[in-house]
């Protein structure tokens, strides 16, 4: 209990400090911070263009007084900071929304950083240094180009076409062109470092680790509303990616695209095969989580947007108020099962599914209205840009943080699902349905070891 | 001091939790405003009673007040409530009634446990510093330590 009141006495603190000093704080800097600094933004501060440059956030701030609602308010203002720090420019100059292509977007931030497959890599061997092109398969290489992303994931477990290894109802996600949903999990240098230095990514460096695995923590700036220079220590930050190929019925002005080649690993030795194969695609993105952790809340901060095009809720399906198009799900289909795997056998190589199966979503829990009205402010200030197209789903974040009796710290929301990432999982039921700080409370190394919160040390080799 | 307010001070003195373990003030599982909800349907004017009871006594005094000194109807009432935060279970005070007799019916005493919510904030698990079986947020190998003390868990 001392834990979380002089917690919130802290918070306290800061959030008066914040009311007093706002006028003090700089959002007229032209560039987006560099990612390994945050900084604080006041949670009081107004949704306007200013904000599209104030950076990554170090951490939520809050106002008083310090109900679930005002908290949750400042976890979801800070989520939205952050979506915006992320998808900026990586040139380090560009506003969000003013790049070159297509509505003003442009390569993320986030597409310098290493994804999974390069960093816990199949022999074992060290990644290569921070900032090194990813390893390219060898049946890609014919197809790369300079720019391109190779992504492979076909489901949220990277394992998920194998029949031994399905948790809850886990399994593929069908685009209405009949197109396979394609995942990505990437981190940020802090937790790269960190992995490397601890030789954590690979089987016999998870052995030797005799005390806890200990991702570092964002720090805060020392006097955050009172130095406009003041900066603090990006903490770790893992974010996971979905996407769908940009096909018939999509518009480019709609997505974050990704010009990628699209790696399906060979599977064998399961109830079915797959060929190793590899081809060029445009992918748009549907879906982005995020987690970043603080010093004071040691369960992470889970924030999770969906682009808007997704499903419907199921309260707007019984209600009949449909939009004409969705990306996973149709309208039309009166008789569609909702919210069910595709049939088995489930091989990307075979694509538009077979027998015009498609993914028929609905969106279970819906979103609160403090979450609609949070993205609207924002949706407004990235207007004419890609990214007006996207929406926080919720973030969720630990309401007792480092109990001693709960490792999950009561997070709230209780539960929290995307459509894109938790599809089939949906729903309230404890222990089953998606819960981003209950799920990966789960997490080990190879070895057993509580990993952090992060279930990538288990892809160790 | 609002119904919720004297329900949890009433339901502190009952079970012997701190107040602040029962209903934080940041509170997204909400399970008391389940078992308030539960205890006003079946037992409405009897649960105002209640309630009007634990506004106008000293914690200090007030479970005994409810058990000793406000007449059997609160009493097996005040029953009804310690088992729902203890086992998210429901038995009426009308069946308490009937089994709290030298020689009790041979048959289990009825019970409900009201959701899959009520059963996993059950305070017997906590209580015995463990876990419902099924939901249990600890680390894998916990087992392989002891737990933590029953004062983080109850705060008595």
């Known amino acids: 209990m001392r834990h979380k009141y002089l917690e919130m006495l802290r918070r306290a603190t800061v959030a008066v400090s914040a009311a007093l000093l706002s006028c003090t704080i700089d959002h007229g800097a032209a560039a987006p911070l560099a990612p390994q600094n945050c900084n604080v933004t006041a949670p009081d501060t107004p949704v306007t263009p200013a904000l599209l440059t104030s ?42 929304g003013k790049g070159h292509s297509v509505a003003g977007d442009a390569p993320t931030i986030w597409e310098t950083w290493k994804d999974i497959d390069s960093v816990m890599r199949a ?38 076409l194998s029949a031994i290894s399905e948790p809850f109802k886990t399994g593929p996600l069908i685009d209405q062109n009949g197109n396979y949903t394609r995942f990505d999990i990437l981190m940020n240098k802090t937790m790269f470092d960190h992995i490397v230095a601890n030789q954590l990514y690979n089987k016999i460096g998870q052995k030797k680790v005799s005390g806890v695995v200990d991702f570092p923590a964002a720090t805060v700036p020392k006097k955050p509303f009172v130095s406009k220079t003041a900066l603090g220590t990006v903490g770790s930050i893992m974010i996971k990616l979905a996407w769908k190929v940009m096909g018939p019925g999509d518009s480019l002005a709609r997505f974050h695209t990704l010009a990628a080649l699209i790696y399906t690993k ?44 997704n499903v419907p809720s ?29 049939p088995r056998p489930w091989d990307p190589n075979v694509q ?20 609609i009205g949070m993205s609207r402010s924002f949706q407004a200030i990235l207007r004419g840009t890609v990214w007006e197209n996207y929406m926080l789903v919720s973030t969720q974040w630990p309401t007792d943080a480092g109990s001693k009796t709960d490792p999950t710290g009561r997070p709230a929301p209780t539960f929290l699902a995307n459509t894109t990432a938790e599809t089939y999982i949906q729903g309230t039921v404890p222990q089953a349905s998606s819960n981003c700080i209950g799920c990966h409370n789960n997490a080990t190394t190879t070895t057993g070891k509580f990993s952090d919160f992060t279930y990538i040390l288990e892809n160790a080799h | 001091m609002s119904d919720m307010d004297n329900f949890v001070k009433l339901s502190a003195a009952l079970t012997g939790i701190d107040p602040t373990k029962l209903a934080p003030s940041v509170d997204p599982i909400n399970i008391k405003q389940e078992f308030f909800d539960k205890a006003r349907t079946e037992a409405g004017p009897t649960f105002s009673e209640a309630l009007t009871v634990a506004g106008n006594t000293p914690a200090n005094t007030l479970g005994d007040v409810l058990l000793n000194q406000s007449g059997e109807d609160l009493r097996f009432l005040c029953r009804s409530i310690m088992l729902l935060w203890f086992l998210g279970q429901w038995i009426t005070p009308g069946d308490l ?34 876990h419902p079986m099924g939901d249990s947020n600890w680390h894998f190998g916990y087992w392989n330590g002891p737990p933590p003390s029953l004062n983080d868990f109850i705060g008595a």
């Open chain 1, 352 to 371: 538009p599914f077979p027998r015009g199966f498609r993914s028929q979503i609905t969106r279970v829990i819906p979103l609160s209205d403090e979450s």
């Open chain 1, 55 to 96: 950076g990554l956030p170090c951490k939520a701030q809050f106002v008083s007084p310090f109900t679930l609602e005002n908290l949750q308010h400042g976890f979801d203002f800070y989520s939205w900071l952050t979506f915006l720090a992320l998808n900026s420019p990586n040139d380090g100059k560009t506003v969000i």
């Open chain 1, 266 to 309: 060979p599977v064998a030795g399961t109830s079915m095969s797959v060929k190793e194969t590899c081809h060029k695609a445009t992918l748009g993105l549907v879906g982005m989580h995020i987690a970043h952790k603080f010093d004071s809340d040691p369960e992470w901060i889970w924030s999770s947007f969906e682009q808007v095009d």
């Open chain 1, 123 to 160: 022999d074992g061997s060290p990644p290569t240094s921070w900032g090194s092109p990813t390893p390219i398969p060898a049946v890609c290489k014919d197809l790369f180009e300079p720019g391109m992303a190779v992504v492979s994931m076909v489901g949220k477990t990277p394992n998920v």
């Open chain 2, 97 to 130: 009634k009937r089994y709290a007799v030298p020689d009790p019916p041979a048959s289990p005493i009825p019970s409900l446990v009201i959701s899959s919510k009520a059963y996993t904030q059950g305070w017997i698990w906590k209580v015995a510093q463990a």
């Open chain 1, 314 to 342: 199921q309260a707007e399906v019984e209600a009949g108020h449909l939009n004409a198009h969705y990306n996973y799900f149709n309208p039309n289909c009166s008789g569609c099962k909702v919210n069910e795997p595709p």
